[in-house]
């Protein structure tokens, strides 16, 4: 069930069986607030996405609201996936990466990384983020962090992640226009365009690469992309997301050039969902060759074909693709054996 996207397979194979620690990146940036850029979760409510998908994961139920997180168009958040592997095959430890929460997750018991990191801006005026200090905490985490499971396997929730990260690549010089997933199976691209040529021309006068990621980015991006610099090969690591855990591996690269350093990736990979490999209106494929480092990229040949909900059945009508973690949660699953009609049974039951 999980398939090369690129590099070859021996490097998650070398995984079955294994534990592995499930660390969830959340944060907010008013990106949302912009009309119609995101259908990630409950309109007015966006916000709370990050918060809402964290307890589920966690607890089996959302403590901030009354009901779990879903669009517009009914398509609950991918939470139920890697609740639900998590429910069959629990991970060794679910910890939280605190990068700029309007909300705190209401959790006791379990691991919350918290950074003193503020919620982001909207790119279309200014993120105003110090990226500088985001990064350096993130390499500081890398350098530090303990694992006490076999690998990592890092997701993350953050609404209007999807544009943030291809603006991110656009201003950092990547030909990668066309190549990042969205939300909506129609995505909205006048307002996505017209937001990054606002975000973009706030950079015109700006060639100092931190600078650049202040302006455009968001927190997970590039605090990941410091964490995995911090790590630099020491542990395994799973990226379990789609385009925007490609925009991280991104500013990675372009930080590798920027400082004139390297990094061991050998012990570096990711893995999404089907939903994100087959995208007709992206190519995460494209966007992991343009890394100068090498890299191993797989999906799960995972689908909701043998369900009946019509809620789950709009992820295969590719109204949603991924998030917090589904990919890798999903690939870890069935590293630990299980099938799709065991996982779509467990995931139907949060929806009866």
């Given at each position: 069930?999980?398939?090369?996207?690129?590099?070859?397979?021996?490097?998650?194979?070398?995984?079955?069986?294994?534990?592995?620690?499930?660390?969830?990146?959340?944060?907010?940036?008013?990106?949302?607030?912009?009309?119609?850029?995101?259908?990630?979760?409950?309109?007015?409510?966006?916000?709370?996405?990050?918060?809402?998908?964290?307890?589920?994961?966690?607890?089996?139920?959302?403590?901030?609201?009354?009901?779990?997180?879903?669009?517009?168009?009914?398509?609950?958040?991918?939470?139920?996936?890697?609740?639900?592997?998590?429910?069959?095959r629990p991970f060794k430890s679910i910890e939280l990466l605190n990068l700029g929460l309007e909300v705190t997750p209401k959790l006791n018991?379990?691991?919350?990384?918290?950074?003193?990191?503020?919620?982001?801006?909207?790119?279309?005026?200014?993120?105003?983020?110090?990226?500088?200090?985001?990064?350096?905490?993130?390499?500081?985490?890398?350098?530090?962090?303990?694992?006490?499971?076999?690998?990592?396997?890092?997701?993350?929730?953050?609404?209007?992640?999807?544009?943030?990260?291809?603006?991110?690549?656009?201003?950092?010089?990547?030909?990668?226009?066309?190549?990042?997933?969205?939300?909506?199976?129609?995505?909205?691209?006048?307002?996505?365009?017209?937001?990054?040529?606002?975000?973009?021309?706030?950079?015109?006068?700006?060639?100092?690469?931190?600078?650049?990621?202040?302006?455009?980015?968001?927190?997970?991006?590039?605090?990941?992309?410091?964490?995995?610099?911090?790590?630099?090969?020491?542990?395994?690591?799973?990226?379990?997301?789609?385009?925007?855990?490609?925009?991280?591996?991104?500013?990675?690269?372009?930080?590798?050039?920027?400082?004139?350093?390297?990094?061991?990736?050998?012990?570096?990979?990711?893995?999404?969902?089907?939903?994100?490999?087959?995208?007709?209106?992206?190519?995460?494929?494209?966007?992991?060759?343009?890394?100068?480092?090498?890299?191993?990229?797989?999906?799960?040949?995972?689908?909701?074909?043998?369900?009946?909900?019509?809620?789950?059945?709009?992820?295969?009508?590719?109204?949603?693709?991924?998030?917090?973690?589904?990919?890798?949660?999903l690939c870890y699953g069935v590293l630990n054996g299980l099938d799709k009609k065991t996982i779509t049974n467990k995931v139907e039951t949060f929806l009866s």
């Amino acid at each position: 069930m999980i398939k090369t996207i690129i590099g070859n397979i021996d490097f998650i194979e070398s995984l079955r069986g294994k534990s592995a620690t499930f660390m969830l990146a959340l944060s907010n940036t008013a990106t949302i607030n912009i009309k119609g850029i995101t259908q990630a979760g409950i309109p007015n409510l966006i916000h709370l996405t990050p918060t809402l998908d964290a307890e589920f994961v966690c607890v089996g139920e959302v403590r901030c609201l009354e009901n779990i997180a879903e669009t517009p168009k009914g398509v609950p958040t991918p939470a139920l996936m890697s609740r639900g592997v998590h429910l069959l095959r629990p991970f060794k430890s679910i910890e939280l990466l605190n990068l700029g929460l309007e909300v705190t997750p209401k959790l006791n018991y379990f691991t919350q990384h918290n950074f003193n990191i503020k919620p982001s801006g909207s790119i279309d005026v200014g993120a105003n983020i110090d990226a500088e200090a985001v990064f350096q905490k993130g390499v500081a985490f890398g350098q530090s962090y303990e694992c006490k499971s076999d690998y990592i396997i890092l997701g993350e929730s953050v609404p209007s992640g999807t544009t943030t990260a291809n603006t991110t690549a656009l201003a950092l010089g990547y030909d990668a226009k066309e190549f990042f997933s969205s939300s909506f199976k129609n995505v909205p691209n006048n307002i996505r365009e017209e937001t990054i040529e606002k975000a973009l021309s706030n950079i015109k006068d700006k060639s100092d690469l931190f600078d650049i990621l202040g302006s455009v980015s968001d927190n997970m991006l590039i605090f990941n992309a410091g964490f995995i610099l911090g790590l630099n090969g020491r542990l395994k690591v799973i990226l379990a997301g789609g385009t925007q855990m490609a925009g991280v591996l991104l500013i990675v690269n372009s930080i590798l050039k920027y400082m004139g350093g390297e990094m061991d990736s050998s012990n570096l990979a990711l893995c999404t969902t089907k939903w994100v490999a087959e995208d007709k209106n992206s190519d995460i494929k494209a966007l992991l060759e343009m890394l100068d480092f090498p890299i191993n990229g797989y999906f799960v040949d995972f689908d909701f074909s043998l369900s009946s909900h019509p809620a789950l059945k709009l992820y295969d009508d590719g109204e949603a693709k991924e998030g917090v973690g589904a990919g890798g949660a999903l690939c870890y699953g069935v590293l630990n054996g299980l099938d799709k009609k065991t996982i779509t049974n467990k995931v139907e039951t949060f929806l009866s």
